[in-house]
């Protein structure tokens, strides 16, 4: 059963760039899954930043496009999230998943499974 | 972006209660919505994919309906461990959005 944990900074300065990493348990970075971003700041809905396949293809949402970077490490089993030009509005708990998917079109897809979140608050 | 708007945002039910949460889309968007379920402290689940697939090992309590840009997710007779936030996402296109959340309370 593939398990998922993130790890990096509970506090992070202003203007400063937020790194965390989610490492993959029980199963292979390299399987047929989306490694995938989500957060969710205090009070608001959750919010998908971004996933990741193989290495090579990456999606971003546009709200955030200009600040993320996703990457993969195959040799460590883990996958990163790097935000930069940080602001108060970039604090939330921030969740690693993967998004399993089949057939159709659209493909099926849906995020299982997930880590239980890091709490991360930016602040001087 | 596409829009999920859940309701209620918080709900109060006994055992054995039949509780509904629906959320509506600002677009249509067929079957392609999920739910999920986050207990304090643990890390959300999925329930239900593509409106009324349950999960492997989710109770069977638990079912999905709708199509378009209105769905539904029924607890057809509530446990005191159903106490959790039930978030309703959409998985027809990129950006992937959610519901701002139900907080179902067991009374």
């Known amino acids: 059963q593939v398990q998922l944990q993130e790890s990096g900074p509970g506090l992070v300065k202003p203007s400063g760039t937020l790194s965390l990493t989610c490492a993959v348990s029980g199963g292979s970075i390299s399987s047929v899954v989306w490694w995938t971003w989500v957060r969710q700041p205090p009070g608001k809905a959750l919010e998908w930043i971004g996933e990741?396949?193989?290495?090579?293809?990456?999606h971003y949402n546009p709200s955030l496009k200009s600040r993320v970077t996703i990457s993969l490490d195959k040799s460590r089993n883990q996958f990163s999230l790097n935000l930069t030009s940080l602001t108060a509005a970039d604090t939330a708990v921030y969740y690693c998943a993967g998004k399993l998917w089949g057939g159709g079109t659209p493909a099926i897809n849906w995020f299982d499974p997930w880590g239980q979140g890091s709490l991360v608050t930016v602040s001087s | 972006d596409i829009q999920l708007t859940q309701s209620p945002s918080s709900l109060s039910a006994s055992v054995g209660d039949r509780v509904t949460i629906t959320c509506r889309t600002s677009q249509s968007i067929s079957d392609y919505l999920n739910w999920y379920q986050r207990k304090p402290g643990k890390a959300p689940k999925v329930l239900i994919y593509m409106t009324s697939t349950v999960q492997n090992g989710v109770p069977s309590r638990f079912s999905g309906s709708g199509s378009g840009t209105d769905f539904t997710l029924t607890i057809s007779s509530l446990r005191p461990e159903d106490s959790a936030i039930y978030y309703c996402q959409q998985s027809y296109t990129i950006p992937y959005t959610f519901g701002q959340g139900t907080k179902l309370e067991i009374k």
């Open positions: 990741i396949y193989h290495a090579d293809i990456i």
